[in-house]
């Protein structure tokens, strides 16, 4: 009998293996509207079934809530999945909307130690910096992770949206198995600097929101009118007024590949970004997030979609047409400070 799982790979040069996708669990609890938390708990199975491994939480989805969430499908599964969580970002509690950035070591210990609670795990496999305080030298912050890792609480660090110089630094101290950072049809800012070094210093890449947070997947076009209140989505400048209207034209050679290939325009916009692995010669691993079975099993499926050079070519000027920023406040992104 063939295996119908995932092909496998290796996160950087001394990373976890890990199936060739990931799964995004934020939208499990926060972000993206109420979701169906009993499908969400099965989609979580389905997706190991299908040989995913890597599950993508953070400790500021949901104020915590998040690796609540996933702790018991960690813990029915240790040895076979790979958690990876990440500190950095928190919010004042009379403030929820508010986003306060710390890098420094005292806070990294209280986060870890906060994260292996509501995990319920002893260690956590990746370790990310989730975002980065420009105050805190890089060195202090991945020293104080590195530290972790020789007291046995995380096996691997990770890196998100830091620029190549960043990174430079952060690997000078302490291997790096990952950066995860925005990258799709649609946020390709990454592949002027932060790609190459990620290549040459054996860091694999993890794109976060791989579906443009849903946008590319043509289920919703403008999120003013589409998404509900409590949507993050409301507050991005790519998705509301006239630049959701202006980038919902954009998904038109994606429908032309999808057509040809007779799959969903999802599964497009996740095999183009699989294939960057092959394009650019170095480790790629998407996650992208869902909270439904079905569609975990269409995603899963576009890792054995290949785009042709014709189709590559079709879908290459996209971006360059994308109207709006990937986030209200741009310096919280390596685009930003690169
Ligand atoms: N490091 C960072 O700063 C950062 C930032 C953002 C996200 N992340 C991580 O990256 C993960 C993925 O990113 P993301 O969730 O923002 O964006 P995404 O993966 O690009 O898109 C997720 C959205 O697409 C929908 N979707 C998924 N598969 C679909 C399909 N086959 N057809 C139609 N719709 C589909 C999901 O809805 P349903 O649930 O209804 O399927 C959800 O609304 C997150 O879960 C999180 O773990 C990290």
Request: hydrophobic share 35%.
């Given at each position: 009998m063939t295996d119908s799982r995932i092909a496998r790979v290796r996160l950087g040069d001394d990373g976890p293996e890990v199936g060739v996708q990931g799964l995004g669990c934020m939208g499990m609890s926060w972000a993206?509207?109420?979701?169906d938390a009993e499908e969400a708990r099965a989609t979580l199975e389905r997706a190991l079934e299908l040989g995913v491994t890597l599950y993508d939480t953070a400790d500021a989805y949901g104020a915590g809530e998040n690796e609540r969430f996933l702790s018991p499908f960690f813990k029915a599964h240790r040895d076979e999945v790979v958690i990876a969580t990440k500190f950095a970002i928190s919010a004042p509690p009379d403030d929820p909307m508010k986003r306060v950035i710390r890098n420094d070591p005292p806070y990294i210990r209280s986060c870890v130690e906060a994260s292996l609670k509501r995990l319920d795990?002893?260690?956590?496999d990746l370790y990310y910096?989730?975002?980065?305080?420009?105050?805190?030298p890089i060195e202090e912050t991945v020293g104080a992770m590195a530290e972790l890792v020789r007291e046995g609480k995380v096996r691997h660090l990770g890196l998100s949206e830091v620029t190549a110089g960043e990174l430079r630094a952060a690997r000078a101290v302490h291997p790096i198995a990952a950066v995860q950072s925005e990258w799709s049809l649609f946020s390709?800012?990454?592949?002027?600097?932060v790609v190459p070094a990620a290549k040459e210093l054996g860091v694999a890449l993890v794109p976060y929101s791989p579906l443009g947070r849903g946008f590319l997947t043509g289920s919703f076009s403008n999120a003013d009118t589409d998404?509900?209140?409590?949507?993050?989505?409301?507050?991005?400048?790519?998705?509301?007024?006239e630049n959701a209207a202006a980038n919902q034209r954009l998904l038109d050679p994606i429908r032309t590949v999808a057509g040809a290939h007779g799959v969903s325009l999802a599964q497009i916009a996740l095999s183009w970004v699989q294939q960057q692995a092959a394009v650019h010669g170095f480790p790629v691993v998407p996650i992208p997030g869902t909270t439904r079975r079905s569609r975990v099993e269409e995603n899963v499926a576009a890792t054995r979609i290949v785009l042709t050079e014709e189709e590559l070519a079709l879908l290459e000027p996209i971006v360059a047409k994308v109207?709006?920023?990937?986030?209200?406040?741009?310096?919280?992104?390596s685009a930003g400070r690169e």
């Open positions: 993206y509207g109420p979701p795990v002893d260690v956590i910096m989730h975002r980065r305080d420009v105050n805190v390709r800012d990454i592949e002027a600097n998404l509900t209140d409590q949507d993050f989505r409301r507050t991005m400048p790519r998705f509301t007024g109207a709006g920023d990937r986030y209200p406040d741009m310096t919280f992104a």
